[in-house]
């Protein structure tokens, strides 16, 4: 399978905003295949705050296994985990194209925001197809960033989504995951799919600060910032002036930001 490169990393400004998903906000349109006994992968898990709401609810007899390629960021999953005071989950460095889990493994194989960052999206499911039981679902759900949408109409934020598309791009990613996810399932050789969407919005004054803020701060001191300048896409002075438009729209009381998904149910 094609490699590619984790976009965002883990920077604090990142990290920020994985931190606030939960079940509830990020994985909705999976919650009814989540009941006690269940046993759930969840892949590219990040800081572990929607791996955590998922073990609550599978509890009492079910288990979540959270995974990610990045070591680090399992330190804050594990202890986000012992926070909540949860017995049911464990945490692993993982590849998703070459999952360490036997065949038929999980009754649900869950990856958020995952395979808009996967060089081979189409083999990513399918690995995750084959540790899924039979009868079990494999749930995706990605943003589509070619479809978001904003109001006021800052001009320089449109120069932020081409170049975030282009730098996505370049590292072997695909940002526009979302349309997409049917096509890569139906590849992948799944035939029971059940396709839905849903958004985050951000309008309230609280929203826009936390949303602005964190895009600003991770326009010019994230990974994606060195990605951005080490491969010729944008300058630091650029990239700074991006970050001040960030700032801008966030100061607009009528400001709106709509992030939509692609999401997929998948049964095995």
């Known amino acids: 399978m094609a490699d590619a490169v984790y976009t965002h990393g883990h920077h604090e400004s990142v990290l920020r905003s994985h931190r606030w998903r939960t079940a509830a906000n990020s994985a909705a349109y999976l919650l009814a295949e989540v009941r006690p006994g269940t046993e759930v992968l969840d892949v590219g898990c990040g800081p572990g705050t929607i791996t955590a709401d998922l073990a609550a609810l599978v509890a009492p007899g079910g288990r979540v296994t959270g995974v990610d390629a990045a070591a680090g960021v399992l330190e804050q999953?594990?202890?986000?985990?012992?926070?909540?005071?949860?017995?049911?989950?464990r945490f692993a460095?993982?590849?998703?194209?070459?999952?360490?889990?036997?065949?038929?493994?999980?009754?649900?194989?869950?990856?958020?925001?995952?395979?808009?960052?996967?060089?081979?999206?189409?083999?990513?499911?399918?690995e995750m197809r084959r540790v899924c039981r039979p009868g079990g679902v494999v749930a995706v759900r990605d943003s589509d960033y070619a479809a978001f949408g904003w109001y006021p109409e800052v001009p320089v934020l449109d120069e932020w989504r081409e170049l975030y598309r282009r730098v996505a791009r370049a590292n072997g990613g695909e940002p526009d995951a979302g349309r997409r996810l049917l096509s890569w399932a139906r590849r992948a050789g799944f035939t029971d799919v059940t396709a839905t969407a849903a958004a985050w919005c951000f309008a309230t004054p609280d929203e826009r600060a936390w949303?602005?803020?964190?895009?600003?701060?991770?326009?010019?001191?994230?990974?994606?910032?060195?990605?951005?300048?080490?491969?010729?896409?944008?300058?630091?002075d650029r990239l700074a002036a991006i970050a001040d438009a960030w700032r801008e729209w966030g100061r607009h009381d009528d400001g709106w930001f709509l992030v939509p998904h692609g999401e997929l149910l998948c049964r095995a």
């Open 93 to 126: 460095v993982a590849d998703v194209r070459a999952l360490d889990f036997p065949d038929d493994s999980f009754d649900v194989v869950h990856a958020h925001q995952v395979l808009q960052h996967v060089g081979d999206p189409v083999g990513a499911l399918r």
């Open 77 to 89: 999953a594990r202890a986000t985990a012992r926070e909540r005071g949860l017995d049911n989950v």
């Open 211 to 236: 949303w602005s803020g964190l895009w600003a701060d991770r326009t010019t001191a994230s990974a994606y910032a060195g990605l951005a300048i080490g491969g010729g896409h944008a300058t630091a």
